[in-house]
């Protein structure tokens, strides 16, 4: 039988020369390309899997099935691929817990809430009171994906499952109750924005509607915020021409330090730091942590909150289309 390591190189070769007349029609991005190969190896790794699952390399092949799965948010494609090796016999212990999440959210994403939540209350009862540590984590991404799919009344039962579970933390319970909290900002008329911006002249929401703005709350001492930085800037090339717009409110409190930042950074839409306003949006918004994002439509609404990397893109994207 053929090795596992044998076999994935020749099915890349293969979906490469299967796309290539398409890549010589059109021009193709990096993550075009990705994506394309992924999917296509992805597809032809659980046919293998599903078809060999006494090989030596079938654990490995299932590994890498559920991981991709995970990273690439293709877990509505391997719902029941996760379902088929959890009703297998003697799982492995790691790989059943890579196809218990795949399975989770694939069912949050593809709208299937309610056989989420009670997935998800299954796994919360081995995690232990003192320290949720990954379920914690797991509990904020189920709520998310949830949410991206408009379930936005799962999404809170996971969030209040969460805060309940977990309750001797002080820290986590407040993260649930304000994630909860923005939930009643969704489909309602934005707070209103009028400050001024870093060169003192005035910027205002309404001013912008007919666009899709995303408001990102930030600071230059906060790591996931500047990581986030990169993406952005990718999305504003390429979509701001569409109608979209950033509008950037530092918790800096130093318009000098913020505007040479951005400078820097070759950040280049429009920041508030003026203390007064930074707060009276944060009281609105409720923004206790940051990075805090707020996707806003083109009639001036929130439609999502919190949400970042390709689900941003997505959500964007998404609604530039209408």
């Known amino acids: 039988m053929r090795t ?24 193709a991005s990096f993550a075009s390309i990705l ?22 390399d079938a654990n490995r092949a299932w590994k890498w099935l559920f991981i991709t799965a995970l990273e690439e948010r293709m877990e509505g494609e391997a719902v029941a691929y996760a379902e088929g090796y959890l009703k297998g016999p003697k799982p492995d212990p790691l790989i059943r817990s890579l196809a218990q999440q795949t399975l989770l959210f694939g069912l949050a994403r593809s709208g299937q809430a309610e056989l989420a939540v009670d997935l998800f209350q299954t796994q919360l ?4 009171l003192q320290n949720g540590g990954e379920f914690v984590d797991l509990g904020l991404r189920v709520a ?42 969704i489909d309602q008329p934005a707070p209103v924005i009028a400050a001024s911006d870093t060169k003192g002249e ?11 703005v995303l408001v990102d709350f930030w600071a230059t001492n906060c790591g996931p915020c500047l990581e ?20 950037g409110v530092s918790l800096d409190g130093d318009a000098g330090l913020v505007e040479a930042f951005t400078n820097r950074a070759q950040l280049p839409w429009r920041m508030i730091v003026a203390e007064a ?16 994002l707020y996707l806003i439509n ?8 919190d949400v970042k990397g390709a689900d941003l893109r997505d959500s964007i994207e998404a609604l530039l289309k209408k």
């Open 228 to 247: 986030e930085f990169p993406n952005l800037k990718e999305i504003y090339a390429q979509h701001h021409t569409a109608g979209f717009e950033i509008i």
């Open 202 to 212: 005035p910027l205002e929401l309404s001013a912008l509607k007919g666009k899709v």
């Open 298 to 305: 083109q009639e001036g609404k929130v439609v999502q909150y």
């Open 35 to 56: 994506k394309a190969d992924t999917k296509a190896t992805f597809k032809k790794v659980a046919d293998y899997a599903t078809a060999n699952p006494d090989a030596l």
């Open 125 to 128: 009862r081995f995690a232990r």
């Open 277 to 292: 306003e930074v707060d009276r949006l944060r009281e609105k918004y409720f923004v206790r942590k940051i990075p805090s």
């Open 4 to 27: 596992f390591s044998y076999a994935i190189c020749a099915l890349l070769l293969a979906s490469y020369f299967e796309s290539a007349a398409a890549w010589a029609d059109e021009p």
């Open 144 to 185: 998310t994906a949830l949410r991206m799919s408009r379930q936005f009344d799962a999404s809170k039962k996971v969030l209040e499952e969460t805060a309940n579970k977990f309750f001797l933390d002080g820290e986590v319970r407040n993260l649930c109750e304000n994630k909860i909290a923005k939930l009643a900002l």
